[in-house]
């Protein structure tokens, strides 16, 4: 609560008295013991921006080699895919991914809590099949809402050491202050017996892949859950490039001194419930479609071209060159887009969000965008209002966990790349630019489809949230309200 009032206390500040907001944001870094703590709770909140820039700016972040022996060039190749979407598909075929593995399995993930993919790796660990993973080693929020069967992150760790032993190699990732990527490993790359990967938006997380049957029970329980892009693809050479990626991230972790960030216990929130039993969205549920699977082979004589994209790598050069290419159409859904202050901003995410503001502007180019509707969306909307955008076309759900463009009907991007300066440039992140119009229509008409039956194109009032305590958390519970944790929120 003390945090509450004074991140509120900031807010009134920053466009009244600099020295004052200064001063004050100086108290909240302490409490919060940065740099440790997520910026995105502190970004925007003071003028003083080179300050505060300087304390999340790790030298080595700008310094950022791997180590991996793959080039992270374009492949053009006989590949066969295996499109999907969470939550309807998304447990359905990463447990048969993981159910063909014969050899060894590579993981890259941001969070792993959920008890139901823990076991699956479990079994491969069990019958003598080698697993080396890279997680993001900070506490993830489990226990509640659609994560309320999930596990500690630790015990996960602690289930598959047993079962492995010697067979499951695994290391937190250097992320710590004056690491390579900072803030955050935020990663979700397998890549099985060196031949085969599965590349998502989504973490091993019950929000993110629901061990539910939806094509049996139904479209009901859907908006219960995160929508996400992931995607298999069958290809050697596509399959090593992720692969001596994920070895490299692991022996340059390795490097670091394992130290363990501490985390400030923070309140629960207490949020309009945007799944109410109104109407609408009973109505609204009903109409939502369970979307299958796609399968689509290409040969040698037939390729698919793809081109893999990392960060700190070489996401952002891509991704701009992508988006000003565009001539008649850009769909873009993503958790957040935020922009800063140009004082401080990097020149290569200015360049970016302006040549996606063009486009936005454009009146011959169909540009629009979904993104999430809690955390900081209100801010995130009137900073991309101010930035010049054009936020006409953007629509909002809550469950918008997804991290893909389409571009002009033939060009489709899979990823966990969030549009933040951080999340286009310095985080561990991976996606793929895939050129196919098979494909990119696949993902088009999962975003059509959100767009006109789970977005939104306003923003609530009274979506603001406020700290849970004894005295208003049961009225409010019986009062369209819900409890959810820090971490699910501003996550």
């Not at 993503?334 to 020149?347: A, R």
């Not at 993104?371 to 991309?384: A, C, K, Q």
Request: glycine residues 4%.
């Amino acid at each position: 609560i003390i945090l509450y009032r004074k991140m509120a206390r900031l807010q009134k500040l920053r466009a009244t008295d600099e020295d004052d907001a200064n001063t004050e944001f100086a108290s909240v870094r302490n409490l919060l013991q940065l740099p440790e703590f997520e910026r995105s709770l502190l970004e925007g909140l003071t003028k003083d921006r080179k300050a505060e820039t300087a304390l999340f700016m790790p030298e080595a972040a700008r310094r950022y080699r791997s180590s991996s022996a793959s080039k992270l060039d374009s492949i053009e190749d006989g590949m066969s895919l295996e499109c999907h979407v969470s939550p309807d598909a998304g447990w359905k075929v990463l447990s048969q991914f993981l159910s063909e593995t014969t050899e060894d399995l590579k993981i890259a993930i941001y969070d792993f809590t959920s008890p139901h993919v823990m076991q699956a790796v479990k079994s491969l660990l069990r019958a003598g099949i080698n697993v080396r993973m890279v997680y993001h080693g900070k506490k993830a929020e489990v226990g509640k809402d659609n994560k309320k069967f999930d596990w500690e992150e630790p015990d996960i760790i602690d289930e598959l050491k047993k079962a492995g032993r010697s067979r499951f190699d695994v290391m937190p990732s250097n992320n710590k202050h004056n690491a390579m990527y900072r803030n955050a490993y935020h990663i979700k790359v397998m890549v099985r017996d060196g031949e085969t990967i599965w590349l998502s938006s989504g973490n091993l997380q019950g929000s993110n892949q629901p061990n539910v049957d939806f094509f049996n029970e139904g479209s009901g329980q859907l908006k219960d859950y995160n929508r996400e892009w992931s995607i298999v693809i069958k290809n050697r050479k596509l399959a090593k490039v992720f692969a001596d990626f994920i070895d490299a991230d692991y022996n340059d972790s390795a490097e670091g001194d394992g130290t363990e960030s501490a985390l400030l216990s923070l309140p629960d929130l207490l949020i309009p419930d945007d799944d109410a039993e109104t109407e609408e969205m009973i109505e609204a549920a009903r109409l939502m479609q369970v979307f299958t699977p796609k399968r689509v082979v290409f040969t040698r004589n037939n390729p698919i071209k793809i081109q893999p994209l990392l960060t700190p790598d070489n996401f952002i050069g891509h991704i701009t060159k992508l988006i000003r290419s565009a001539r008649k159409k850009v769909y873009m859904i993503n958790q957040y887009i935020k922009p800063k202050d140009l004082e401080v901003m990097e020149p290569a995410f200015k360049e970016l969000l302006d040549v996606l503001m063009e486009k936005t502007l454009d009146d011959s180019i169909d540009c629009r965008m979904i993104l999430r509707s809690n955390g900081e969306y209100r801010e995130n909307h009137e900073s991309m209002q101010a930035y010049g955008f054009n936020v006409s076309n953007i629509r909002w759900f809550n469950r918008c966990h997804t991290k893909g463009i389409v571009i002009d009907d033939s060009i489709v991007v899979v990823g966990s790349h969030n549009w933040s300066e951080w999340g286009v440039l310095f985080n561990r992140d991976a996606s793929l630019i895939i050129h196919d119009r098979t494909v990119a229509k696949y993902y088009q008409d999962i975003f059509l489809h959100d767009w006109s039956r789970w977005a939104r194109d306003i923003i609530v009032e009274e979506d603001i949230p406020v700290i849970s305590d004894d005295e208003v958390e049961e009225a409010a519970l019986h009062s369209g309200y819900r409890k959810v944790s820090w971490g699910e929120y501003f996550r």
